[in-house]
């Protein structure tokens, strides 16, 4: 795991300098070293976070057959078996990386070498040969790949920091970016970022950049959508799910450093950390097995008795992390500044502060949950999506089944609001598309401090269209492919800030192509999510977290934190919207803060804190809105 960068001098050679600067920029990525080289017009640069082969003969840039150069960043998990098809194929390799089995794999395979791994990944490999660089980033985005191209040069990196730093200051935003941030806490949606010059590799993607005319082509190389429906048995799939998450989590335990887990007390690190357990328990080999937690005071918050479930049945050790307002105001700008881009809450922090306790305990590599949320229908507006199928399907009996469900597992009433509620299913599965975009525009309403105007802001309309309730896998495909990139960029910035490699075994390919070829009711049916999830891992983990129904993950008492410093918070709602303006309405954000903390609606609290966190990242890189 490691931090890249590269620059192509349009109009001279590049510069040693500049390239080292950018590598600086992230010398938390790679703590263990850095190198750079030059090739006329062009740079290249790495900071090396050492997890496979810690000789230095695998440091980067590499070099390979006297043709091909890399700078990478990420793992490829089945380095192994691709090494021994390569071997067999005539290779040989000097190294035990899987940076050189990846050159070698594109010496062999070209541009397709990236159909032949798994793993999560952002790399450059210039040839030399052919005066082209060849740019990639992995099928879900787990790794990230930015670039630029203005009238003097074309620049990657790994974060967006190294770019700014071939440009003067102010910066300028990208204003219809940060609009859809502040109104509806979109980020990382697709190519856009926070500023107006500066894109994203998107998830699954190629660039090619051709030295000899300046230019560069990006194109799709990964498609989930390709993958057809398969209406097997629930118990196959349960089998399915079994034997696909215990490989992936046995391939990212390789590692020639330590290993630890992230767990907070719900179903997916608790399952992580129960499934490594038993692999190393199947090795027979003596281990120690680390977890890191977030844990907090406020009864609501508070998982830690899902948390001793897990650690009595693993016999793991627990460290644990409690973060509090006090400490989220004290870090507010090197949090900012590491993150790159705005937060859209205080829940980012408590994963900031796991990984720095991670990093205390001398633990290197890091599973975590993410990405399972997404495909195993793990939010509540997945209720939703299968109450619409089950109407637009006329299966009426099993619809109020699955509400009664809902609310007696919940021990809630909030679905049932009775004919009214179920006129509105009925609407929203058989009103046409078209219709429903036409009524959206005319019923747009203020949202918080924001006009209607800034709620109909194309960003968010078009964000929002990716999400359709009719349609199962677009729906999920959207959450893999919107939702989850948000978390993705957090996840690797709050990891490597501490200089810790994240793995993510939800998103082994693999694995997400037989979750996403599942029906929905594989995933979501008796009033419970991640229901193939359940059944595959009963037995592995304790029954109090295979039958939990609440979910928290990485959250934190916000609300609570705001309604208890509602002065503090007043005074930095003030500042923030002064240096937003005029995205911000300085004196309609102070009534709309005023009334909430009048009416104790501080449910509202992830509104403000965008607002504050986003002039923070404003003053700190200096952005022109």
């Given at each position: 795991?490691?931090?890249?960068c ?5 109009k001279?050679d ?7 600067a950018?590598m600086?920029a992230?010398?938390?990525?790679g703590p ?7 090739f006329?017009k062009l740079g290249l640069g790495?900071?090396?976070?050492s997890i496979l082969d810690?000789?230095?003969i695998?440091f980067?840039?590499?070099r ?18 691709l ?12 190294t035990d990386?899987?940076t050189?089995?990846?050159l070698a ?8 070498c990236?159909?032949h791994?798994?793993?999560?990944w952002?790399?450059c ?16 985005g787990v ?10 040069y074309?620049?990657f990196?790994?974060?967006?920091k190294?770019?700014?730093l071939?440009?003067?200051a ?7 970016a940060?609009?859809?941030?502040l ?7 697709s ?7 500066i894109?994203?590799?998107?998830p ?20 989930l959508?390709r ?5 097997a048995?629930?118990?196959?799939s ?6 696909r998450?215990f490989?992936a ?9 330590p290993v630890?887990?992230c ?9 992580i ?19 890191v ?6 009864p609501q918050?508070?998982?830690r ?26 870090e507010?700008?090197n949090?900012t ?7 859209t809450?205080t ?7 796991v990984?720095r ?21 793990g ?5 939703e ?15 109020e ?5 809902f ?12 004919l009214?509620?179920r ?10 598309d078209?219709?429903k975009?036409?009524?959206?525009k ?5 949202v918080?401090?924001y ?9 968010i309309?078009?964000f929002r ?6 349609r ?14 948000a ?7 709050n990891s490597m800030?501490?200089?810790?490699e ?6 082994d390919?693999?694995l997400v192509?037989?979750l ?8 979501i049916?008796?009033?419970?999510t ?5 059944e ?5 983990m304790?029954?109090l977290i ?5 979910k ?15 002065a503090?918070?007043r005074?930095?709602l ?7 303006s005029?995205?911000?309405d300085?004196?309609?954000t ?6 909430i ?15 504050i966190?986003?002039a ?10």
């Amino acid at each position: 795991m490691c931090g890249i960068c590269g620059i192509v001098r349009l109009k001279e050679d590049a510069k040693e300098s500049e390239v080292r600067a950018m590598m600086d920029a992230v010398a938390h990525r790679g703590p263990d070293g850095g190198g750079c080289m030059l090739f006329g017009k062009l740079g290249l640069g790495h900071r090396r976070l050492s997890i496979l082969d810690l000789s230095e003969i695998a440091f980067q840039p590499m070099r390979y057959r006297n043709r091909y150069t890399i700078t990478y960043n990420g793992e490829v998990y089945n380095y192994i078996e691709l090494r021994a098809e390569l071997v067999s194929l005539g290779y040989t390799f000097a190294t035990d990386s899987d940076t050189e089995v990846l050159l070698a794999a594109y010496d062999r395979w070209g541009e397709d070498c990236v159909n032949h791994f798994n793993g999560m990944w952002g790399f450059c490999i210039y040839d030399e040969q052919a005066q082209k660089l060849f740019c990639s980033r992995d099928r879900f985005g787990v790794k990230p790949f930015y670039y630029t191209k203005r009238e003097e040069y074309f620049a990657f990196g790994s974060e967006i920091k190294q770019l700014l730093l071939l440009e003067d200051a102010p910066h300028p935003a990208d204003r219809d970016a940060l609009t859809a941030f502040l109104v509806a806490a979109q980020l990382d949606y697709s190519a856009r970022t926070m500023f107006q010059h500066i894109r994203q590799l998107e998830p699954g993607t190629n660039l090619i950049f051709d030295l000899k005319t300046n230019t560069y082509r990006v194109s799709r190389w990964y498609d989930l959508m390709r993958i057809p429906t398969k209406h097997a048995p629930f118990s196959e799939s349960v089998t399915a799910f079994r034997e696909r998450f215990f490989d992936a989590v046995r391939l990212r335990l390789r590692s020639d450093v330590p290993v630890g887990s992230c767990l907070s007390g719900g179903l997916d690190s608790s399952a992580i950390v129960c499934v490594i357990n038993r692999l190393l328990r199947e090795s027979g080999e003596p281990f120690e097995q680390h977890v890191v937690s977030a844990c907090f005071n406020e009864p609501q918050y508070d998982e830690r008795a899902y948390m001793d479930a897990v650690l009595a049945q693993t016999g793991a050790i627990s460290h644990r992390t409690f973060p509090d307002v006090t400490q989220v105001l004290a870090e507010l700008d090197n949090f900012t500044w590491h993150m790159d881009e705005p937060l859209t809450s205080t829940s980012h922090y408590a994963q900031w502060c796991v990984y720095r306790e991670a990093h205390a305990q001398g633990l290197t590599v890091m599973l975590d949950g993410q990405g399972s949320d997404e495909q195993l229908a793990g939010y509540t507006e997945f209720f939703e999506l299968m109450f619409i199928e089950l109407i637009r399907n006329f299966r009426f009996l099993r619809l109020e089944r699955e509400i009664k469900l809902f609310n007696e597992r919940r021990k809630t009433a909030f679905y049932s609001s009775g004919l009214r509620f179920r006129t509105e299913l009925a609407a929203r599965a058989f009103t046409p598309d078209f219709l429903k975009q036409i009524r959206r525009k005319r019923q747009v309403a203020s949202v918080g401090p924001y006009s209607a105007d800034q709620v109909r802001n194309p960003e968010i309309q078009s964000f929002r269209d990716c999400f359709d309730f009719k349609r199962p896998r677009r729906f999920i495909h959207a959450n893999l492919y919107r939702t989850l990139m948000a978390l993705l960029h957090y996840g690797d910035r709050n990891s490597m800030a501490f200089s810790i490699e994240s793995r993510l075994p939800f998103l082994d390919y693999r694995l997400v192509e037989t979750l996403f070829a599942m029906p929905l009711s594989h995933k979501i049916r008796y009033g419970l999510t991640k229901r193939v999830m359940r059944e595959a891992m009963r037995g592995v983990m304790p029954d109090l977290i295979t039958d939990r129904q609440s979910k928290l993950g990485f959250s934190t008492p916000e609300e609570e934190w705001m309604r208890t410093n509602p002065a503090q918070f007043r005074e930095l709602l003030e500042r923030s919207a002064k240096r937003l303006s005029p995205l911000v309405d300085y004196d309609r954000t102070l009534a709309w803060y005023d009334e909430i903390v009048r009416t104790d609606r501080f449910r509202e609290c992830h509104v403000i804190w965008r607002i504050i966190s986003a002039a923070r990242w404003a003053e700190i890189f200096q952005a022109e809105i």
